[in-house]
């Protein structure tokens, strides 16, 4: 890279393949939350922290964060930070590249002899992926008092989450009453996990917004009858009707993804009854995985969902239930005032950028609730990610600190 940045490129080329080194057997790139090879990353990134001149601690919902105190004492924090756990198979750069990008911003900051104003804490988060509880965004969630209390009960192998948070040197007991209002600003450096600034030639996505994601599930219900004897034009089979539901969700998600604002919608679980080769289908249930960036998208797309489920049952033949809200996250807009310093930023280093929304959720969601946030993505090959095959060039990783490294600096000034 020609830029003369201020980071070192190579430190954080170190540190990432360093916790690419710390993981299963045959399972490239594998430390899931609460495992003994988390918490050997875990033990790397706080000494990493420690050699920065941070000093660390575990606070209430599992987070490493270290601390690096700013001149006026009460003024606030800057956070920046990610996550270090990962996905079965695959997570060489997910989070991590953000936790390594931020310990840099401390790091380049102590080369350059700059002390700033406010306190800057970098954060691993705990368990942002799913975890083997089932549940994500644990730490983020536990830092401002947004997890559910009934999660801390949830139990796997003979262990409940609470125990989990305490393994990892937290204390489950006070999540309910978590609080940071001392948070002034946080920033997160994130893989784009897409194929937009690659194939765009973009150095830097600014995430205008992380979109909400809104989760539904649809029974179709037909009658099971013998699949040798019964007459093709005398079936209720709930399986055809799903199948053609499945076609006319893509078609009407692809529809609505041409106009602006990020949308997806995905039939991501399907299961039918009896399941036998010799039994026409009684039942089938689909689960929809929709992301909006604009939350009038979703509720557009529910409501023509409800009406169309009404005529595909009629055309089929069939009995389908008005389709369930499983879950529902409305969309989180990034801050609008770190979206320009992060532009400013971005104009500062040289990094060619551009706005663009998440279609996948990030801690920064969660801290957004309480404390203004904003993300920046840098480029992946080819969007792949979640993935063995995931990778980041680490040129463009060290752009990606940079950028935080002037915005932090530009934000300790205007708080």
């Known amino acids: 890279m020609s830029r003369n940045l201020p980071v070192n490129a190579n430190r954080i080329a170190e540190d990432i393949q360093a916790l690419a080194d710390i993981t299963e057997p045959g399972h ?3 430390r899931r939350a609460f495992s003994p090879l988390f918490l050997e990353g875990r033990a790397y990134i706080d000494a990493r922290m420690k050699a920065a001149g941070l000093e660390t601690r575990i606070d209430a919902a599992g987070n490493l964060i270290g601390r690096r105190a700013g001149k006026r004492t009460g003024s606030g924090t800057i956070m920046v930070g990610s996550h270090s756990d990962t996905v079965p198979d695959g997570g060489r750069f997910d989070g991590i590249a953000g936790v390594i990008a931020a310990l840099e911003v401390a790091r380049a900051l102590s080369d350059q002899g700059i002390q700033l104003d406010h306190d800057l804490e970098i954060v691993d988060f705990l368990a942002e992926e799913v975890s083997i509880f089932g549940v994500s965004c644990i730490g983020s969630r536990g830092m401002t008092g947004q997890l559910p209390e009934t999660w801390l009960s949830r139990e796997t192998d003979g262990r409940d989450l609470a125990t989990a948070i305490r393994e990892v040197g937290g204390d489950p007991s006070t999540l309910p009453s978590q609080q940071r209002p001392d948070i002034k600003g946080f920033l997160e450096l994130h893989i784009e996990q897409g194929p937009v600034l690659e194939n765009e030639r973009k150095d830097i996505g600014i995430v205008t917004a992380i979109a909400g994601i809104t989760r539904i599930e649809i029974t179709v219900e037909g009658r099971a009858d013998h699949a040798g004897t019964t007459p093709m034009d005398s079936r209720a089979d709930a399986l055809v009707a799903a199948s053609q539901l499945v076609l006319d969700i ?15 919608a995905t039939v991501g679980e399907f299961r039918i009854e009896p399941n036998a080769a010799n039994v026409v289908p009684s039942k089938a249930v689909l689960l929809i995985d929709g992301r909006a960036e604009i939350r009038n998208d979703m509720e557009a797309f529910c409501e ?10 009629i055309a089929h033949g069939v009995s389908i239930k008005s389709p369930v809200r499983v879950s529902d996250n409305f969309p989180t807009p990034g801050d609008a005032g770190l979206l320009k310093t992060l532009e400013g930023a971005c104009e500062t280093v040289g990094a060619r950028h551009r706005r663009m929304a998440s279609g996948a959720g990030h801690d920064t969601a969660w801290i957004a609730k309480v404390a203004p946030a904003a993300m920046i993505f840098v480029p992946c090959k080819e969007g792949r990610s979640h993935s063995a095959d995931e990778w980041a060039e680490n040129d463009d990783i060290a752009l990606g600190a940079a950028v935080l490294f002037e915005a932090v600096r530009e934000m300790d000034k205007q708080i």
């Open 28 to 30: 490239p790139w594998t």
């Open 250 to 264: 893509q078609r009407a998600a692809a529809e609505r993804a041409k106009r602006p604002g990020h949308f997806a």
């Open 304 to 313: 023509w969902l409800d009406a169309h489920v009404i005529k595909l049952a």
